[in-house]
């Protein structure tokens, strides 16, 4: 089962603040964060580990909510350089047959 | 260092056709993961090797197949072609042997007519 990310599309002022979010209806084990700006490959941002703490860098962090099955990613502040299609992957077991699967994405428009 | 390599960059085949996709991992990467990406939509699992060994298989017909060499580097075959194949090939490096921090490469843009 595919997670399912919102918005679907977000435009923001330089600045502004937005939030990413991620859903899974199966227990996740890791959610992986990932930037794809237009005609370019995706970048890694972070990883969240089931039972590990809130991960961020510079003006980039995200939460992991087990109970939820959920992940949120938040970007602060935001730059015109943070516009691309946000993907969560997620992971539903930490051995054997590993595979990440990544969600529909979210489109983030920065203006300035 | 030179990041995830593929190739070729671009690519159009006929349906029926085989087609050969490589990929060469950031040195001392030992994972290799290969994905589809179809526009629009985010990146889909095909496989993903370590140490040569097979560790993941996404849901894709038999007509797609992978290896890994000695070297660390990939081979992506996709026998048959369909219209429905075409699509941008991800290839994945990590030193994980999971799905752990992945570098991407820049793709193969394969267009089947």
């Known amino acids: 089962q595919q997670p399912v990310q919102s918005p679907q599309a977000v435009i923001l002022r330089e600045g502004e603040d937005a939030v990413i979010n991620c859903s899974s209806s199966?227990?996740?084990?890791?959610v992986h964060w990932y930037r794809q700006k237009h005609g370019e490959a995706p970048v890694f941002l972070m990883i969240?580990?089931?039972?590990?703490e809130q991960k961020g860098h510079d003006k980039i962090s995200a939460s992991f909510n087990e109970k939820k099955q959920q992940s949120s990613l938040y970007l602060t502040a935001s730059q015109l350089s943070y516009s691309g299609t946000y993907f969560c992957?997620?992971?539903?077991?930490?051995?054997?047959?590993?595979?990440?699967?990544f969600g529909t994405g979210t489109r983030l428009t920065i203006i300035p | 260092d030179a990041g995830v390599t593929q190739s070729p960059t671009h690519l159009i085949k006929t349906r029926g056709q085989q087609v050969t996709l490589r990929c060469s991992p950031i040195?001392?990467?030992?994972?290799v993961s290969w994905y589809q990406q179809v526009l629009g939509q985010g990146p889909q699992f095909i496989f993903q090797?370590?140490?040569?060994?097979?560790?993941g298989r996404g849901n894709f017909p038999d007509r797609f197949s992978a290896r890994q060499f000695p070297n660390y580097s990939s081979e992506l075959n996709v026998n048959a072609l369909l219209l429905g194949d075409s699509a941008l090939y991800l290839c994945?490096?990590?030193?994980?042997?999971?799905?752990?921090?992945?570098?991407f490469g820049p793709g193969t843009r394969l267009t089947v007519t």
């Open positions: 992957g997620t992971e539903w077991t930490d051995f054997g047959n590993e595979k990440l699967t």
């Open positions: 090797y370590y140490e040569k060994e097979e560790r």
């Open positions: 199966k227990a996740l084990y890791s």
């Open positions: 040195s001392g990467h030992k994972s």
């Open positions: 969240l580990l089931k039972g590990g």
């Open positions: 994945a490096s990590s030193n994980h042997p999971s799905s752990y921090e992945q570098y």
